[in-house]
């Protein structure tokens, strides 16, 4: 039982590149998600998803896309990065929310530089 | 909105020391408020979640409270160990801006020398 993955670990780009960072998660959970964090700022959610084929915007959605083809696979898209999205990556999977919170579970992050 | 402030931002203390870190918030809607721990190059290890019903949790060294009133809730780590270094979360789970989410602070960054 791995949990949630993150690949890649690492990854440098230069503007205007793009990438997918892959989230996979052997749980069984219907949610997942997609975090970024900043020096000195908490976590801030980029996009989720209640199930697979579905998703969502969250906070900070702009500049990036996401796919849920498969239950256990959330895909983070980046069509032309720009310096501004050089940060750590954080996916996140859960039970669905059914009344009460279900604890998220989280991946060991993906650090992103753009040049 | 919900502003999540985590106070002090780095903190540094000698082995055995019992020590408090606090998590203020603005909104007092919330459905619970959930500690977490990070080390350097991990992802996030859920330590503590309080309901919102609840005044506080507890686990080993670890104790949790929460005052929804005062918008305030604090970390209690008693008898520090140099493995209690890492930055410690807190965030807040409610309904905001069309749907629940997590709302985290900024954190704090705890060392323990020996």
């Known amino acids: 039982n791995a949990g949630v993955t993150q690949t890649p670990k690492f990854r440098v780009l230069k503007t205007g590149q793009s990438m997918t960072l892959l989230c996979a998660q052997d749980?069984?959970?219907?949610?997942m998600y997609w975090y970024r964090q900043d020096p000195g700022m908490g976590l801030r959610l980029i996009h989720y998803s209640v199930g697979e084929g579905t998703t969502a915007k969250g906070e900070v959605p702009d500049g990036y896309n996401v796919s849920r083809l498969k239950k256990q696979n959330f895909l983070l898209g980046l069509e032309s990065a720009a310096p501004s999205q050089t940060s750590v990556y954080f996916c996140?999977?859960?039970?669905?929310?059914?009344?009460?919170?279900?604890?998220?579970?989280f991946g060991p992050g993906t650090r992103l530089t753009v040049l | 909105k919900q502003e999540v402030t985590q106070i002090p931002a780095a903190l540094s203390v000698p082995e055995g020391e019992n020590l408090v870190l606090n998590c203020s918030f603005t909104d007092s809607a919330i459905y619970n408020l959930q500690w977490f721990r990070q080390d350097p190059g991990k992802g996030l290890t859920s330590l503590l979640l309080i309901q919102s019903s609840q005044r506080e949790q507890t686990s080993g060294r670890l104790n949790a409270s929460l005052d929804k009133s005062s918008g305030r809730s604090t970390l209690y780590i008693a008898a520090s160990q140099p493995g209690d270094s890492a930055t410690y979360l807190c965030a807040l789970f409610m309904f905001s801006g069309g749907y629940n989410k997590l709302i985290f602070g900024a954190g704090t960054r705890l060392a323990v020398h020996p």
């Open positions: 749980m069984n959970h219907e949610y």
């Open positions: 996140a999977s859960s039970l669905a929310f059914a009344g009460g919170y279900n604890e998220q579970f």
